[in-house]
């Protein structure tokens, strides 16, 4: 079975701080690895996903396989990055189903 | 172009009454989903259909029943809505982008159903 799990519901930082947001998953072989973002009353939008190894709005994620990590990370908080976050995976058994994580609401204080 | 479109918007329903959330996309895409947002929870598959005329049931099912009217269609009805039932429901769609070949889902607005 495939899991995804975010072990922090909330995380705030300040304004130019650096900021981590974890994710672990579980899958028994090659996953595809998603950050998807929802802001204050918009929709649910693909942030980035670890194929395409880019960097959007500054945050980078890399896929750890030994480690099954997929961490979101930014240099300098920005209080737009206000959101909540969710952590999402899809394998070869799933087809294209995607199993998200718990999701961290991240809060960027001025 | 507009997307995932899901309608209603917000729905208040008493305990046993019956009502279809209706979803349509315009982006030719084969694969559509409805999954449901709580609190600490994440988002959780209810069903999706991987093609036009299938159907399968996800992580949590019961309670919910699904049509793939066509391509563009997805409904999710509940036949006697309970107050567990209270949630955000989010239809989706998806579809291989061309220069990664990675499945990337497109979301709708949400529609916020309470049941009391």
């Known amino acids: 079975a495939q899991r995804v799990t975010q072990p922090e519901k909330l995380l705030s930082v300040f304004k130019g701080a650096p900021v981590e947001l974890k994710c672990n998953y579980s899958y028994s072989g090659s996953p595809e690895l998603f950050w998807y973002v929802q802001y204050s009353r918009q929709r649910l939008q693909l942030l980035l996903r670890h194929i395409s190894r880019e960097s959007i709005k500054g945050f980078t994620a890399d896929l750890n396989k030994g480690e099954t990590s997929f961490h979101l990370k930014k240099p300098f908080a920005q209080e737009e990055d206000s959101a909540m976050y969710y952590c999402?995976?899809?394998?070869?058994?799933?087809?294209?189903?995607?199993?998200f994580g718990e999701g961290t609401q991240l809060t960027v204080n001025p | 172009n507009a997307g995932v479109t899901q309608t209603p918007k917000f729905q208040v329903l008493k305990t046993g009454q019956s009502m279809t959330l209706q979803c349509a996309q315009d982006m030719n895409h084969n694969s559509m989903y409805w999954y449901r947002q709580d609190p600490g929870m994440g988002l959780r598959l209810i069903y999706y259909?991987?093609?036009?005329?299938?159907?399968d049931k996800g992580e949590v099912p019961n309670g919910y029943n699904v049509s793939r009217l066509n391509k563009r269609e997805f409904s999710l009805r509940l036949e006697s809505a309970a107050p567990s039932q209270t949630s955000v429901y989010f239809c989706?769609?998806?579809?291989?982008?061309?220069?990664?070949?990675?499945?990337?889902?497109?979301f709708g607005a949400g529609s916020r159903l309470t049941v009391l």
């Open positions: 999402a995976l899809s394998g070869v058994t799933s087809g294209s189903r995607l199993t």
């Open positions: 989706a769609s998806s579809g291989l982008d061309r220069g990664t070949g990675a499945n990337v889902l497109t």
């Open positions: 259909s991987a093609s036009e005329g299938t159907t």
